[in-house]
C-alpha cells in the first residue's frame, strides 16, 4: 500500500513557475514509477510526466515538454514536478500516481496507476 500527498500547487501567472512535490509513504517508495497527471474542469485526466525508479528515465506529455521537469529523491520518499513557463491552459488539478509494485513500464494512461493523492490546484492566470 502507498500513500501519496501532493503541495506546491496555486495561483500564478502566466510565464510564472510552480514546483509541485509528492510525498509518499506505506511501501518502498524506490521501487514504484511515478507519474503526475491532471485534470481539467469538463476534461479527462492526462497523462503530464513520470519516472523511473532510479530517477535516470523520465518521460513528458508534448504539451509539456521542455517546460516540465519531473524528478525524484528517494531518500526523502518525495516525486516533484517543476513547471516552468506556466500558460492559462496548464490550470488543473494535478495528482501524483503509482503503479502497482513491480511496474517497469512509465504508462500514460490512468487506468494503469492504483494509488493516488488527493491532487492539488494549479491556476495559471493570463
Known amino acids: 500500500q502507498v500513500q501519496l500527498v501532493e503541495s506546491g500547487g496555486g495561483l500564478v501567472q502566466a510565464g510564472g513557475s510552480l514546483r509541485l512535490a509528492c510525498a509518499a509513504s506505506?511501501?518502498?517508495?524506490?521501487?514504484?514509477?511515478m507519474g503526475w497527471f491532471r485534470q481539467a474542469p469538463g476534461k479527462e485526466r492526462e497523462f503530464v510526466a513520470g519516472?523511473?525508479?532510479?530517477?535516470?528515465?523520465?518521460y513528458y506529455a508534448d504539451s509539456v515538454k521542455g517546460r516540465f521537469t519531473i524528478s525524484r529523491d528517494n531518500a526523502k520518499n518525495t516525486v516533484y514536478l517543476q513547471m516552468n513557463s506556466l500558460k492559462p491552459e496548464d490550470t488543473a488539478v494535478y495528482y501524483c500516481?503509482?503503479?502497482?509494485?513491480?511496474?517497469?513500464?512509465?504508462?500514460?494512461?490512468?487506468?494503469?496507476?492504483?494509488?493516488w493523492g488527493q491532487g492539488t490546484q494549479v491556476t495559471v492566470s493570463s
Open positions: 500516481a503509482a503503479p502497482p509494485s513491480g511496474t517497469i513500464v512509465v504508462f500514460t494512461t490512468a487506468a494503469s496507476y492504483r494509488y
Open positions: 506505506g511501501r518502498t517508495f524506490s521501487n514504484y514509477v
Open positions: 519516472i523511473r525508479w532510479s530517477g535516470g528515465n523520465t
